[in-house]
Each structure stands twice: as C-alpha cells, then as structure tokens.
C-alpha cells in the first residue's frame, strides 16, 4: 500500500493524471519559464557586453585620440560597435555636416538631437524583453493559482462521489494542483529577480550615456566656436 500511494503521489504520475485546464496551465507555465531562462542568460551578456564595449570606448576617447579617427573608426565597424561609439558616431555626423560660420547654437541643437535618437534606439535595444520578464514575474503566481484552484476545485467534486473519504482519495488531487501554484513561483521568481537586476544595470548605462552626450557636445561646442 505503501509503494502504491508513493508512485501514486510521484511527480509524472500527478502531472500525467491532471485535469486538462491545470494541464494547460502547467504548460503555460512550462513555457514561460523557458523562455524567461532565454531571455535571463542573453540579457546577461548583452548587458555585460555593453558595459565592456562602453568602458573601452571611455578610455579611449578620454585618452586624447583625434575625433576624426575616431569617426572613422567607429563608422567602419558599425556592427561591432558598442551603444557609447554608435551614439558618438551620430553626434559626430551630424557635427560634420553643418559648415564653418553657421550659427553654433543650430549646430549644437542638431548634434543633440542626432546623439539623442542613437541613444533611443540603443537603450530600447537593451530594454528589449525586460517587459517579459515583469510579466511573468507578476502573472505567473496568478496562473498558478488558477491551475491550483481548479484541481483543488476538482477534488472535492470527486469527494462528493465517495461515502467515506480518506487522505489516500485526497492528497493525489491536493497534490496536482499545487504543483501549479510551484509551478508558478518557480517561473516567476527568477523572471522578477532578473528583471530588478537588468534595470539597475540599464538604468546606469542609460546614466552613463546621457553623461558622454553632455560632455561630448562640450567638446564639440568649442570645436564648433574656433571653425
């Protein structure tokens, strides 16, 4: 009997016997927690990649390296550029365009808005999938909770059926639908963890950003008042 009730109370064996809708809800889930897990580990490097590609592009235009050069640099390798050199590279070709005794204001206005549309782009590059990953964190408790309802919901309406009921007629019910309710925290904790972590870490390098662009068009501003 024993050996009975513990293959009976076996996870496949509970997952396998569900009612179709906590079935459904548990692959749902499933899903979304495999995807989560995609979307974790290559926002993980991307992230960590931006971070690499911006400190050696600081060092590097900090160093005193000529502008132009740099342009040149950064426009022929375009698609292995970091988001820092791509937003330099805007700036810089909008800067080049404008000729030697137009009014500076414009020119610096134009600059901006040049780096602030690069800057757009690059920080909805890295944004990319946090938005998943907020939802699983917050939905998938709920659905969870759905599939647990429903099992739980099933096994009393089998109760109603017996004369006498025992813990052997209830825990297989109970246990099916928990398993959605673990289901559901397993997808969501890890998606909410990750989500806080990447948007610190978009959050600094979209600080970072902003503060090049101001010290860039600086350095542009007096290039452009000596022309």
Known sequence: ?????????????????????????????????????????????????????????????????DLNALYHRAAGARDMAGSMERIFEAGFREFTKHQAGMDIGAIMDSTRGAMRAAYQREMDRLESHLSFLATVGSVSPYVGLFGTVWG????????????????????????????????????????????????????????????????????LQRRAAKL
Do not use: C
């Not at 809708?21 to 992230?47: D, E, G, N, T, Y």
């Not at 610190?200 to 860039?216: G, H, I, K, N, P």
């Open 1 to 65: 009997m024993n050996t009975n009730v513990t293959q009976d109370l076996s996870l496949f064996y509970l997952v396998g016997s569900a009612s179709l809708p906590v079935q459904l809800v548990m692959l749902l889930l499933l899903i979304a927690s495999l995807l989560s897990w995609w979307f974790i580990f290559r926002k993980m490097f991307s992230i960590r990649l931006a971070i690499k590609q911006s400190d050696e592009f600081e060092n590097t235009f900090w160093r005193g390296v």
């Open 152 to 219: 739980i919901m099933n096994s009393f309406r089998e109760l109603s059926n017996l004369t006498q009921a025992t813990i052997a007629h209830v825990a297989p019910g109970i246990a099916e639908a928990l398993i959605a309710t673990a289901m559901g925290l397993f997808a969501a904790i890890p998606a909410v963890i990750a989500y806080n972590r990447y948007a610190s870490d978009t959050s600094q390098l979209a600080t970072r950003y902003e503060s090049f662009m101001e010290e860039l068009s600086n350095v």
